[in-house]
């Protein structure tokens, strides 16, 4: 067996075992997905900045089955989502592998991670992601039902801008910890419900879940 098959064999092993402790069913044929992504990940990484947690067992925990955990608190009824910064594919695209029947637009203003971003959307045919390559704060579409974000750049401090790109969402879930969640109940508005949820096996991170308030 090659190199980068047993990567991908032990990649895929870790997936099924963390998401079992997850509380997560997968199908053998979405793991085999979440390997890929895997694999092209790894490759990338050795020549632009996507990530720092590569290794497989941390990759499969950290970056994948916490992104398909996220996708449980979705409400059934979602079907277009914005991820916001999502790097490396984070939580979108395995969640878009997740729910074929959901739209996923990855937004990336860093052009090399978008540029990823566009390539593993190619190879792995996912018809249901959109990658855009700007500041979310330009981008001019506001239809989603949920807004997700995990890893934004000052994103303690972008709470205010990222409520208001939320204008139209049913639901935000922001990941993060102790700051973030002080950041979101000092400037989230009376329009929302919030809950901080604890993330299994996590030291301290959450996922802060705001919903929209009936109108």
Known sequence: M???????????????AWAERFGLSLPEALCRKL???YELLLRWNERINLTRIIEPEEAARFHYV????????????VRRIADVGSGGGFPGIPLAMARPDVEVVLI?????????LA???????????????KRFEAY???????LLC???????ERVPELLAFAEGCRQVLLLGGNDLERAV?????????????????????RVLLLERLAR
């Not at 090659?2 to 099924?16: G, I, K, L």
């Not at 990336?108 to 990823?116: N, S």
């Not at 995990?150 to 303690?156: G, I, T």
């Open 108 to 116: 990336e203003k860093d052009r090399k991670r978008a540029v990823f």
């Open 35 to 37: 390997g890929e992504h």
């Open 140 to 146: 001019d579409r506001r239809d989603f039902d949920v």
């Open 150 to 156: 995990r890893a934004l750049e000052r994103m303690v």
């Open 2 to 16: 090659s190199e980068p098959a047993r990567e991908r064999e032990e990649f895929c092993a870790h997936v099924r």
């Open 66 to 77: 916490e992104s398909l955990y996220v996708g449980e608190l979705l409400l059934p009824s």
């Open 185 to 205: 109940a000092r400037h989230v508005g009376s329009g929302w419900v919030w809950r901080s949820l604890p993330i299994p096996y996590a030291h301290q991170r």
């Open 119 to 133: 390539e593993a959307v190619r190879r792995l045919g996912l018809e249901n992601v959109e990658v855009v390559h």
